[in-house]
């Protein structure tokens, strides 16, 4: 199959008949690639136009600014956006997602309209980024992706007319897979930036390697595939949670996971039973997470990263992902049902079923994720998820946040209290340092200080450690209860700690805080509650009354002792903020308690949906313990 030196020849799995996914799904899709046809494609909340044949690649479409592209890839200035722009806006369309929906809707409409645009744009990017020129040649991830949206193009158009000249006989072609690759195998990610960008580069370089065949592809695939065996197993937690606690990147992993075992499958490469024993448990721990909402927590960084896109982006990727996971490992009873079906999902048996895992699977829906450091308390109104784990992976915790002991609330499957996401990687300091912090998030910080130092928009200088104290009653019983606390503060000339307990009473609905410092002298402290934007809050001293569409979801009864104020849509400094999705930042209200609090002193807090509410205000006290 590999020709002469150079040459590239189709070596990917056949398929098994057509595209045959649900009616609606396919609509869904086919109206998508009709908005891009239109010049409709959504990158961070701005619109990168896919109407012309020859798209501008090197203009970004946050800021207008556009950077030369024939500037040799190493001496782009990325990092600077008053001259290159938002460099993650400048990426995105070069993941060339909107060419593989493109594919994607030919396969399943048989429309050749659909064929001809996503030829055409490949053909424009292949001639537009030569290597080793512009911005598209400096991140390996980007290379990666790049990688797997040109195997799959060639796969969903496999039946098209035209597609061995665009593919196998295009110079332009074989010359951009041979210098991708080479690029990947000499320069992957090490060190502290091995993290989800070396899974993303690896499995590019795997996938591609195994569907097309040319004079280095077994060398290569067999480079990327140790890699791939090697981090599926050392960046999962043996609960099956992604070790950087981003959970957007846990995501994107599972997915870019699943892809390259699928393809080492239909190129009789198959990956290990290790290897498919963390997509097991990555895939469980995904389910478990989204719960039967299908809305992912918010907890670290996260880009709203897909694998790989054929389904219509609208309602984002995590229903296509649970489903892809389904269709690949199987769900479980508790797994929650997605309500759409996925295009993604469809295809994927055609070309390969991995093997199955006889190691024994999740029961039920678990509740405690115990070296992530996450514990849901949960009862039939109130879903509860607490991050108490590691600050984040790898030296520089790159995806993590400053949010030890913070918490995100649902009540009756419903968003209330919130962690305010991501927002923006680069070109906006004053925002990516709030977003990050501790006040952006559910819980205490003290001294003005974030519980970890910022040291640059993806290093930090210090990291909290976080542990458990006790725990009872989380799967099941009248009452359960979590005490956990952090050492981040200790750092500070009080050599603080933290201590919190949350108390949850399943025959009441009753959700009870208890915050409490021990350190060598009094300290100041701002305890913060961020509130899902679309609820509105009313505050009356230390009581917050929490309502939406005519009624009111929950109560707050605030700590005592501290001053309570209300903020939304702040910017001098950053303050009443929510991400809900990346690039996109909305106001929502925060509540914020401000005091002093002398060490051993206790803050109580307490939550309760409102038809459950009694009609005196409940006694929330700030007393100081023996």
Same mark, same amino acid.
């Given at each position: 199959?590999?020709g002469?030196?150079?040459?590239?020849?189709?070596?990917?799995?056949?398929?098994?008949?057509?595209?045959?996914?649900?009616?609606?799904?396919?609509?869904?899709?086919?109206?998508?690639?009709?908005a891009?046809?239109?010049?409709?494609?959504?990158?961070?909340?701005?619109?990168?136009?896919?109407?012309?044949?020859?798209?501008?690649?090197?203009?970004?479409?946050?800021?207008?600014?556009?950077?030369?592209?024939?500037?040799?890839c190493?001496?782009?200035?990325?990092?600077?956006?008053?001259?290159?722009?938002?460099?993650?806006s400048?990426?995105?369309?070069?993941?060339?997602?909107?060419?593989?929906?493109?594919?994607?809707?030919?396969?399943?409409?048989?429309?050749?309209?659909?064929?001809?645009?996503?030829?055409?744009?490949?053909?424009?990017?292949?001639?537009?980024?030569?290597?080793?020129?512009?911005?598209?040649?400096?991140?390996?991830?980007?290379?990666?992706?790049?990688?797997?949206?040109?195997?799959?193009?060639?796969?969903?158009?496999?039946?098209?007319?035209?597609?061995?000249?665009?593919?196998?006989?295009?110079?332009?072609?074989?010359?951009?897979l041979?210098?991708?690759?080479?690029?990947?195998?000499?320069?992957?990610?090490?060190?502290?930036?091995?993290?989800?960008?070396?899974?993303?580069?690896?499995?590019?370089l795997?996938?591609?390697?195994?569907?097309?065949r040319?004079?280095?592809?077994?060398?290569?695939?067999?480079?990327?595939?140790?890699?791939?065996?090697?981090?599926?197993?050392?960046? +999962?937690?043996?609960?099956?949670?992604?070790?950087?606690?981003?959970?957007?990147?846990?995501?994107?992993?599972?997915?870019?996971?699943?892809?390259?075992?699928?393809?080492?499958?239909?190129?009789?490469?198959?990956?290990?039973?290790?290897?498919?024993?963390?997509?097991?448990r990555?895939?469980?721990?995904l389910a478990?997470?989204?719960?039967?909402?299908?809305?992912?927590?918010?907890?670290?960084?996260?880009?709203?990263?897909?694998?790989?896109?054929?389904?219509?982006?609208?309602?984002?990727?995590?229903?296509?992902?649970?489903?892809?996971?389904?269709?690949?490992?199987?769900?479980?009873?508790?797994?929650?049902?997605?309500?759409?079906s996925?295009?993604?999902?469809?295809?994927?048996?055609q070309?390969?079923?991995?093997?199955?895992?006889?190691?024994?699977?999740?029961?039920?829906?678990?509740?405690?994720?115990?070296?992530?450091?996450?514990?849901?308390?949960?009862?039939?109104?109130?879903?509860?998820?607490?991050?108490?784990?590691?600050?984040?992976?790898?030296?520089?915790?790159a995806?993590?946040?400053?949010?030890?002991?913070?918490?995100?609330?649902?009540?009756?499957?419903?968003?209330?209290?919130?962690?305010?996401?991501?927002?923006?990687?680069?070109?906006?300091?004053?925002?990516r340092?709030?977003?990050?912090?501790?006040?952006?998030?559910?819980?205490?910080?003290?001294?003005?200080a974030?519980?970890?130092?910022?040291?640059?928009?993806?290093?930090?200088?210090?990291?909290?450690?976080?542990?458990?104290?006790?725990?009872?009653?989380?799967?099941g019983?009248?009452?359960?209860?979590?005490s956990?606390?952090?050492?981040?503060?200790?750092?500070?000339?009080?050599?603080?700690?933290?201590?919190?307990?949350?108390?949850?009473?399943?025959?009441?609905?009753?959700?009870?805080?208890?915050?409490?410092?021990?350190?060598?002298?009094?300290?100041?402290?701002?305890?913060?509650?961020?509130v899902?934007?679309?609820?509105?809050?009313?505050?009356e001293?230390?009581?917050?009354?929490?309502?939406?569409?005519?009624?009111?979801?929950?109560?707050?009864?605030?700590?005592?002792?501290?001053?309570?104020?209300?903020?939304?849509?702040e910017?001098?400094?950053?303050?009443?903020?929510?991400?809900?999705?990346?690039?996109?930042?909305?106001?929502? +209200?925060?509540?914020?308690?401000?005091?002093?609090?002398?060490?051993?002193?206790?803050?109580?807090?307490?939550?309760?949906?409102?038809?459950?509410?009694?009609?005196?205000?409940?006694?929330?006290?700030?007393?100081?313990?023996?």
């Open positions: 199959a590999q002469p030196a150079g040459a590239v020849a189709w070596a990917g799995a056949p398929w098994r008949g057509g595209c045959a996914a649900d009616p609606e799904a396919v609509l869904r899709l086919v109206t998508a690639a009709d891009v046809m239109a010049g409709r494609w959504n990158v961070f909340g701005r619109n990168f136009d896919t109407a012309t044949p020859d798209p501008d690649w090197h203009r970004d479409v946050r800021s207008g600014i556009r950077f030369d592209p024939a500037r040799y190493f001496d782009v200035p990325y990092r600077d956006a008053s001259r290159v722009g938002n460099v993650k400048l990426w995105e369309p070069s993941r060339l997602h909107h060419v593989t929906l493109l594919a994607a809707a030919f396969q399943a409409s048989r429309d050749p309209r659909y064929a001809a645009r996503a030829a055409e744009h490949l053909r424009s990017w292949w001639r537009r980024n030569p290597p080793l020129r512009g911005i598209h040649w400096l991140s390996g991830i980007e290379l990666g992706m790049r990688l797997i949206a040109w195997v799959w193009t060639r796969r969903l158009l496999a039946d098209w007319p035209g597609v061995e000249d665009l593919f196998e006989r295009n110079p332009d072609f074989t010359r951009q041979h210098q991708h690759g080479r690029w990947i195998a000499a320069l992957h990610s090490r060190g502290s930036s091995a993290n989800n960008h070396l899974i993303a580069e690896a499995a590019g795997f996938i591609a390697a195994t569907a097309f040319f004079p280095d592809s077994e060398s290569r695939a067999k480079r990327a595939r140790d890699i791939l065996e090697q981090e599926a197993v050392s960046q +999962t937690f043996a609960d099956g949670l992604n070790r950087e606690l981003a959970f957007g990147y846990h995501g994107y992993v599972l997915g870019l996971l699943i892809l390259a075992g699928v393809e080492a499958e239909a190129g009789a490469r198959p990956m290990s039973a290790h290897y498919w024993r963390s997509i097991v990555m895939s469980d721990a478990a997470n989204l719960g039967d909402e299908m809305i992912p927590p918010r907890q670290g960084d996260g880009d709203d990263g897909w694998a790989l896109m054929v389904d219509a982006p609208e309602d984002g990727p995590w229903e296509p992902l649970l489903a892809l996971a389904a269709a690949v490992v199987g769900a479980r009873d508790w797994w929650p049902a997605p309500r759409q996925s295009i993604l999902a469809a295809l994927v048996p070309i390969a079923h991995p093997r199955p895992i006889a190691d024994p699977r999740q029961q039920k829906r678990p509740d405690t994720f115990a070296e992530a450091g996450i514990t849901f308390l949960r009862d039939d109104r109130l879903s509860c998820r607490v991050d108490h784990g590691p600050h984040g992976f790898l030296s520089t915790c995806h993590g946040h400053a949010d030890a002991l913070s918490f995100e609330l649902r009540i009756d499957g419903r968003p209330v209290l919130i962690d305010p996401g991501t927002y923006c990687y680069q070109g906006e300091p004053e925002w340092r709030y977003f990050r912090s501790t006040l952006a998030h559910n819980t205490l910080e003290i001294e003005g974030d519980q970890a130092r910022q040291a640059g928009p993806f290093l930090w200088s210090t990291a909290m450690r976080s542990w458990t104290e006790a725990a009872q009653g989380i799967d019983g009248p009452v359960a209860t979590l956990v606390a952090h050492d981040g503060y200790r750092r500070l000339a009080a050599k603080a700690t933290h201590f919190r307990q949350f108390r949850l009473d399943r025959a009441t609905h009753a959700l009870e805080i208890a915050d409490r410092v021990e350190a060598a002298a009094a300290v100041a402290v701002r305890l913060a509650f961020h899902h934007p679309d609820v509105t809050v009313r505050l001293t230390r009581r917050a009354m929490l309502a939406a569409e005519g009624r009111v979801l929950a109560v707050l009864d605030l700590p005592a002792g501290l001053a309570w104020s209300a903020h939304r849509g910017e001098r400094p950053p303050l009443g903020w929510s991400s809900p999705e990346f690039g996109v930042k909305e106001a929502c +209200t925060t509540l914020v308690g401000r005091g002093v609090l002398a060490p051993g002193e206790r803050l109580a807090t307490r939550i309760v949906p409102d038809d459950v509410t009694p009609r005196r205000a409940a006694t929330v006290s700030r007393e100081v313990t023996a």
